[in-house]
């Protein structure tokens, strides 16, 4: 049986990580869950007036069933939504404005890019109704030992391909205008990953699923579902930060030795199987792998530094010509790629407990605004977007990975039982991704401990569960 095991990290993909590997293993697994900051990771809010808002990781897709799962088993709600629109804004003026009437939305979108706009639906819900077999896979207990694997079983090499070349690339190919690119696709990519166009045509797809379908946040913040998982689990949470792990072995089997600095000072724990969520990157951790041969590599790539500012204040509508601010109709402000514009986007945010009593402020009043950034804004620019501001918090991190094509995807398997998550960011980055990694590795796990390796990288899966059914 397999006694202690380890997860590195207590953000969504540790808690998760823990959760499904109790599903799997069974409740008598012994699970120690290392975490230096804080259970939650990006899922983190800030307190502004006694009221706290998510500063980051804000929206959930409504296909996202893992994460529907886990609101469901811990008995969490759906926050209530409160409507808003968005506008597209070029620097100088909007190039699209949303209405309250959904078919001049419509209109006004096949007006403006004529056909393009049915393209990018198509060519989304294509690679999302693929993405969706996912979910078949892994209840009937697939897994895979590597993001390509798993990604040529949803959609062949099509989807591996996806993760090399850009979504630029992908929608005009399919006959989606150059304009509608540079304009909307450019904006969204901008509000999500804070990035261009040249992001992968993957990640870039599961970027305007978020965008087009209907998404939804948790009552309380979604950092509950963190500590609702581990508390489900029972994990013993550490508040430690791990330094590195090596490899011993005790009959014939690996032995994971995990070395940690706490407040108490430096200790190590051995363990079976250990699952590492944070991101192995030079530039984000100084983790060491000792005695593995052939040693652990150092993974490629670099991360896109974000900022987020959280800013209690008066808009200046007149920047974005409204020099009436009572008249300034938006709650959310999408950019497009223009040199001159210091920001990716801004939105008027509700608190994570919305009462039913709560309304949105007027334009004119001050409100609770939350501007992305690449780079901290300066005085003049946070008074080129307020008139005057209360108080403004920030949050800088290296948030999302920076997507230049061409790399190999890092590797599942670090060693027989030791795992790496965090890696299925560079598919793409969302909530659920990491929900499904999570699963994927807990399944991996299962079937490489107790020797079922007829259920890992299996070919032509959907034909066999079709005959399993």
């Known amino acids: 049986p397999l006694s202690p095991a ?15 590997l109790q599903q799997h293993f069974g409740p008598q697994v012994q699970l120690d869950v290392y975490e230096a900051a804080g259970v939650g990771g990006r899922l983190a809010t800030v307190t502004v007036n006694k009221q706290q808002y998510e500063s980051r990781g804000a929206s959930i897709h409504a296909l996202s069933l893992h994460m529907q799962d886990f609101v469901k088993i811990l008995g969490l709600k759906h926050r209530r939504e409160v409507a808003g629109k968005s506008a597209i804004f070029s620097g100088e003026h909007f190039v699209l404005e949303e209405t309250d009437w959904y078919l001049l939305n419509l209109f006004r979108l096949w007006w403006h890019y004529g056909i393009s706009f049915l393209r990018l639906q198509m060519w989304v819900e294509e690679v999302m109704e693929k993405f969706m077999r996912i979910y078949k896979y892994q209840a009937h207990g ?93 994990a013993n949470v550490i508040s430690a930060r791990v330094t590195g792990i090596s490899l011993h072995s005790s009959e014939g089997r690996a032995l994971y030795q995990v070395h940690y600095e706490s407040a108490e000072g430096q200790g190590s724990a051995f363990y079976d199987l250990v699952v590492v969520t944070t991101p192995l990157h030079p530039s984000r951790s100084n983790f060491t792998f000792d005695n593995f041969d052939p040693p652990v590599a150092d993974l490629p790539g670099a991360f896109q530094p974000s900022v987020t500012s959280v800013v209690h204040g ?43 009593a709560f309304r949105r402020k007027q334009p004119q009043e001050a409100a609770v605004w939350r501007v992305l950034s690449p780079r901290p804004l300066d005085k003049p620019q946070l008074k080129t977007l307020f008139r005057s501001y209360y108080s403004v918090q920030v949050a800088e991190w290296p948030t999302y990975p920076r997507y230049d094509a061409a790399k190999a995807l890092p590797p599942v398997v670090l060693h027989e039982s030791l795992f790496y998550l965090s890696g299925v960011e560079w598919v793409a980055s969302s909530m659920e991704m990491t929900a499904v990694a999570a699963k994927n590795v807990a399944l991996l796990a299962y079937n490489r401990w107790h020797q079922q390796l007829d259920k890992i990288d299996q070919k032509d899966l959907m034909h066999k569960v079709k005959t399993e059914l």
């Open 6 to 20: 380890a997860v590195v990290g207590a953000g969504l993909g540790g808690s998760a990580s823990a959760y499904f």
């Open 142 to 234: 697939y897994a895979f030992s590597s993001l390509e694997e798993l990604l040529r079983s949803l959609g062949g090499e099509a989807f591996v391909n996806m993760t090399q070349r850009s979504v630029a690339e992908s929608l005009l190919e399919v006959g989606v205008t150059q304009r509608f690119v540079d304009d909307v696709i450019a904006a969204v990519l901008r509000s999500s990953y804070g990035q261009s166009v040249l992001v992968p045509a993957f990640a870039g797809a599961m970027s305007l699923a978020g965008a087009q379908g209907s998404t939804w946040a948790v009552e309380g913040g979604n950092k509950l579902v963190c500590s609702g998982l581990l508390k489900l689990t029972k």
């Open 314 to 356: 008066y808009l200046n509508s007149s920047y974005f010509g409204f020099p009436d601010p009572k008249l300034f109709p938006f709650t959310s402000i999408l950019t497009t790629d223009t040199p001159e514009l210091f920001f990716h986007a801004m939105d008027n945010i509700c608190p994570v407990n919305v009462s039913a």
